[in-house]
């Protein structure tokens, strides 16, 4: 069974063309281990970026009672799934006191962290582990992939804002206080990855005529062993260092383990595909050459939404556009994201910005969507959700943090209550964040960040 | 903290804030590689220094700060969560020198004390603790920063695995790109774990063909005959990873190491794998190992031990690393073989011998072309009806000028003021175009021309910086401005404070009817905004006459006439782009200064600190000494102390 999944899944990926089916995902199966209790579908979390804030006046809803039938303009493309979606007012930013010159700097990097890098060690990444990825370590534990993380730019932009390190400005995701996580910006790389890469296997030897699938695991062994004698002859930063490529090494083996796992339930996931309970796999168009930022994100979106369906992960975070350079062409204007924002209330500029917040949402609204149309288990994959569309800026023309925009989408299998907003929820973003990763399943303590509480009004 | 002296944001006399470093001048104006050597005189100056700034802080900025601050920054009140109380107690910590760059910062442009406050310093006060701030520096023990075993970048690793299998560099094209110089992460996530991985497999499937396929050169360079019996393959294969190792290492592998390989080796082999087979995986072990992916030292530390000098492999591989972006070739290794590299005269030699090679193109693919801000022109947004000549060859003939003239100074051993005011360039057909000057060039090729006009030449005036200082539509004249206060002159600019009240509100209808000149002066009239636009702006209107992507012009895009005139502080007025690059290339000091500083900090894959400053102004004032040549710029930066030396983190 096994290798027969292996060569199918090769044979299909021969066919990698303009269009890609995924007619053998069928057989693949949820990684829950089998337990002889019912089938129920996991919950997953996604977030997707947007930078610089919202026009306030076309974002915030005005009234609960009108929410649903009336909601601003920048929801537009959300509008006939408005009781899929639940809008937070009263969402207070990560405070930036002692780093205010670095507004952009930190309005990603603080956006699922909560927390504000350490002052005084400014130069390197000091922060906090992110939600996404305190996710990945829970709900991920199981899948393929702990976690998939996509941007649309390249994390390379090097502008320095209060001395604080580059990385910063580009990253949201962070897999510890010193790490941050790189996202991939090329759709076929993602799909490579989510769906074709068993790197521990006769795959990644290749010619494996003569050799198991484990020689590549076997020799991993050796090298990891190789790396541990030359540790000892290390002093204590360059210790650490190595450690990090030790845990490469072991993330890369669990990975390999879950997708055995997987393997092990294909049954459980076959049968709901069988008997109609679940829809088929979707069908994702990987453009070639460089697409419109549309059809990029719409891709992107799309990868996610397949990565979920296939249960390949749990977790995912899309980086929309990051704070720097980015125009949008297609909407009949080259003006940057960056400038409009400091509009100074030019009703030209605030109708430019209304367009781009828009045009973000829609990009949302295509995956969740897409999400609310397949069927899983005893819902939709948008029941079984949780998905926040945000910023880390209120408002880019003065730079505010005091209420930041986020529209919270799906179910989350039964705890999360859509179709709402709630006008004051006086809490903060890492009361946000927690008060999601709870309501994913995952046990915190306490909230994360500078969170203080867990919110009581998802539900 | 970065190395910029944020204090003089707002001033623009040069060498204000500087203390004064005669004193080191003179001990260091002998221009060489060797006469950095020169420590002990230099640690007896540091250490008068640092006695003055302790002097100094005792007598009168301990006295400032409980006069001027303490009420409100003191033990009880901690306005705007700033405190000096812990500063006051070790004032020279490294940990509160942004804290005292932050005080000095707020103090010169009299935000602090507000105004409100009863007692005010006096302006000489101000200078005193300007001083003292800048003079911080010199207490700081000398130390060259941590270099703890760093990962190849992506451009490092490609250019590794051609070099060493000779495939093509595109093999690693789907790592994600990353930041490299100061503001490397230097960590390895389980995406890059992931990659290098599938990168060693693919690279191998070119090195080794297929059992029963005939083989490829690079296999018979590795493999020129098999082994004659079954007995002789795990022989055979040491003497291969040997080989290899010692190459992909960049230093002689251990005994233990090679046993790691011939273990793999075995591995396949006990399976029956054909020898080829498992040389194949053999390799890949080499090609994961982190002694490959990562700079590893030559050899175990002493126990105790703080600080070392580099040993002359990881040495050679730092050096080929930076000025090739590659590992080092036979000739460094068989250097560092001998332990002589790290000798002046060696070294200087490699240093002339490597910046010679074509493969030094890649310290300005690297350094170069961020520090000018132009890496990302091939990707930027312009505006295609306005700018349809901006195309993918176009954008590469403009990368190119830049970095030809880079080239041509460095060749040249040249001053670095050329790079600034110059009276050639270097151009193509498209871009002959883009100067207005046609007849000067055609084709695809660049070549080398004479510029008649002198607002050209340099580059302030240079189509690729002023196409990546505008926006997709129109040119920024405060985007110019930054960049040559930045990235020219290594001053910083505060971002503009948020939530500025919006100029219309003064006169909508009047706002409307300016031009982009008269509305940019606005910031002028605005205290807060005038303490930086009164230099910034005047900067980028000089440079008005070049359009969005570097043209000539005399008409603004709102059709006005373009007036390229100004003044900076100082008295110094200039009516044209020529003779504004003539005022900041006479700046020549700051420009060399900041070009070193940046380099350095490059070199090292950090921001620098503390000590870092003390040892950019030794090597500036080298630089000068010896006609701010470039290649001395080079040299002295891969002779420095924390070049050549580590601390080893706790």
């Given amino acids: 069974m096994r290798k027969n999944w292996l060569i199918d899944r090769r044979t299909c990926l021969k066919g990698l063309g303009v269009a890609l089916a995924l007619p053998l995902l069928e057989t693949m199966g949820w990684a829950d281990p089998p337990s002889g209790t019912a089938w129920k579908p996991p919950v997953r979390l996604g977030f997707m970026y947007m930078p ?36 937070l007012k009263g969402i207070e930013g990560v405070p930036i006191t002692g780093l205010g010159g670095a507004p952009h700097a930190l309005e990603l990097s603080t956006w699922l962290t909560a927390t504000l890098p350490d002052v005084h060690r400014r130069d390197t990444i000091h922060i906090a582990i992110s939600a996404d990825q305190i996710a990945a370590n829970h709900i991920g534990a199981n899948t393929a992939l702990p976690s998939l993380e996509l941007a649309t730019m390249p994390q390379n932009h090097k502008e320095n804002q209060e001395g604080l390190n580059e990385n910063y400005y580009s990253h949201c995701s962070f897999s510890s206080s010193t790490q941050p996580v790189p996202a991939e910006t090329s759709p076929a790389n993602a799909f490579k990855r989510l769906f074709t890469s068993r790197p521990l296997t006769a795959a990644a030897l290749g010619r494996g005529a003569t050799a198991g699938d484990d020689l590549d695991r076997s020799m991993l062994d050796l090298v990891l062993g190789g790396a541990k004698d030359l540790r000892g002859g290390l002093s204590g930063g360059d210790q650490r260092k190595l450690d990090e490529y030790l845990e490469g090494i072991r993330t890369l083996e669990r990975r390999v383990a879950a997708l055995e796992r997987q393997q092990q339930t294909a049954a459980a996931r076959a049968a709901a595909a069988a008997d109609g309970s679940a829809s088929a796999t979707i069908h994702v168009d990987i453009p070639e050459g460089k697409p419109k930022l549309s059809e990029y994100m719409r891709v992107m979106g799309d990868l996610i939404v397949l990565a979920f369906q296939t249960d390949t992960t749990r977790v995912a975070t899309l980086i929309g556009s990051t704070p720097n350079g980015i125009s949008y062409p297609e909407l009949g204007f080259t003006d940057e994201h960056h400038s409009l924002t400091h509009h100074n209330f030019d009703p030209v500029k605030v109708d ?77 973003q890492g009361d946000l964040v927690s008060s999601l990763l709870v309501a994913a399943g995952i046990p915190l303590e306490k909230p994360i960040g500078i969170g203080t509480k867990f919110l009581t009004q998802l539900g | 903290m970065v190395l910029r002296r944020a204090a003089r944001a707002r001033s623009w006399r040069p060498g204000h ?90 103090i010169h442009a009299q935000d602090m004390p507000p105004e409100q406050a009863e007692k005010q310093p006096a302006e000489h006060e101000r200078a005193v603790i300007a001083t003292w701030v800048a003079s911080l520096k010199h207490l700081s023990p000398r130390d060259p920063g941590t270099f703890v075993i760093r990962r190849l970048s992506k451009v490092e690793y490609a250019n590794s695995l051609h070099d060493l299998f000779d495939v093509d560099p595109q093999i690693a094209k789907d790592l994600p790109d990353e930041i490299f110089g100061a503001g490397y992460t230097n960590t390895i996530s389980p995406l890059l774990m992931e990659e290098y991985l599938l990168v060693a497999g693919a690279v191998l499937d070119q090195v080794i063909a297929p059992p029963g396929a005939p083989p490829t050169a690079a296999q018979l360079r590795l493999i020129p005959a098999l082994p004659a019996a079954r007995s002789g393959t795990a022989e055979a294969a040491r003497a291969i990873a040997a080989q290899v190792a010692r190459r992909a290492y960049r230093r002689p592998p251990t005994a233990g190491e090679l046993d790691v390989l011939l273990k793999v080796f075995a591995l396949a082999d006990a399976r029956g794998a054909p020898f080829s087979e498992a040389v194949r995986l053999m390799l890949k072990a080499v090609l994961v190992s982190p002694q490959f992916l990562f700079i590893t030292p030559d050899a175990p530390v002493a126990a105790g031990a703080t600080i070392v000098p580099l040993g002359d492999h990881q040495l050679a591989a730092r050096l080929s690393y930076l000025l090739w972006a590659t590992m080092p070739d036979d000739e460094l290794d068989r250097l560092a073989d001998a332990g002589t590299l790290h000798q002046p005269a060696v070294l200087a030699a490699q240093v002339r011998r490597l910046l010679a090679d074509p493969r030094a193109r890649a310290l300005f693919d690297g350094f170069g072309a961020q520090w000018l801000g132009i890496d990302k022109l091939a990707d930027k947004a312009f505006d295609e009806r306005k700018f349809p000549q901006m195309t993918r060859e176009l954008r590469t003939a403009m990368y190119d000028e830049a970095r030809l003239l880079f080239d041509s100074v460095l060749r040249g051993d040249r001053s670095v003021r050329e790079l600034i005011d110059c009276d050639y360039t270097f151009l193509n057909g498209p871009l002959a175009a883009v100067y207005g000057i046609p007849d000067a060039a055609s084709g695809p090729q660049l070549r080398r021309v004479a510029l008649r006009d002198a607002n050209r030449g340099g580059i302030l005036a240079m189509p690729a ?104 502080p100082g008295d110094q007025r200039f009516t044209s782009p020529a003779e504004l690059k003539r005022i900041i290339a006479g700046r020549q000091d700051d420009f060399c200064r900041n070009l070193t500083g940046r380099l350095l900090a490059y070199a090292l894959c950090r921001q620098l600190e503390g000590y870092d400053e003390v040892v950019v102004d030794q090597l500036t004032a080298a630089i000068a000494n010896d006609g701010y040549r470039l290649q001395s710029l080079v040299m002295a930066v891969v002779t420095s102390y924390p070049f050549l030396n580590r601390r080893l983190a706790d």
């Fill in chain 1, 52 to 87: 610089h804030g919202v026009i306030e006046t076309a974002f915030w809803p005005t009234d609960p009672a009108t929410f649903l039938t009336a909601p601003p303009p920048a929801w537009d493309a959300l509008r006939p799934l408005m009781g899929q979606c639940l809008a």
């Fill in chain 1, 352 to 428: 430019k910005l209304t367009k781009i917040n828009q045009f973000n949402i829609a990009q949302f609204a295509h995956i969740v969507t897409r999400m609310h149309e397949l069927r899983e288990g005893d819902g939709t994959l948008l029941d079984h959700s949780i998905m926040m569309w945000g910023s880390g800026l209120e408002d880019g023309n003065k730079h505010a943090r005091k209420n930041l925009p986020a529209i919270i989408a799906g179910k989350g299998g039964g705890t999360i209550r859509p179709g709402r907003f709630v006008p004051d929820c006086q809490g903060n």
């Fill in chain 2, 17 to 106: 804030t500087r203390l004064a470093v005669t004193a080191l001048v003179t001990l260091l104006a002998m221009g060489s590689a060797a006469a950095l050597a020169a420590e002990p005189a230099v640690e007896a100056t540091s250490d008068a220094l640092r006695a003055s700034a302790r002097q100094a802080f005792d007598h009168d900025i301990s006295p400032f700060v409980m006069t001027y601050c303490e009420r409100c920054h003191g033990e009880n009140k901690r306005k705007g969560d700033f405190t000096f109380v812990n500063a006051l107690k070790d004032p020279f910590a490294v940990a509160y020198r942004p804290l005292w760059k932050l005080a000095i910062t707020k």
């Fill in chain 2, 465 to 568: 910086i002023l196409a990546m200082t505008s926006f997709p539509n129109r040119t920024s004249p405060v985007k110019r401005g930054v960049w040559v206060l930045e990235q020219v002159l290594g001053e910083s600019t505060p971002p503009p404070p948020p939530n500025v009240p919006p100029l219309d509100k003064q006169d909508p209808a009047k706002v409307a009817h300016l031009t982009l000149r008269q509305r940019t002066e606005l910031h002028r009239s605005d205290a807060v905004c005038a303490s930086c636009h009164k230099i910034l702006d005047p900067i980028g209107f000089g440079l008005e006459n070049f359009d969005a992507i570097g043209r000539w012009r005399t008409q603004d895009e709102a059709g006005g006439a373009v007036d390229a005139s100004g003044e900076l």
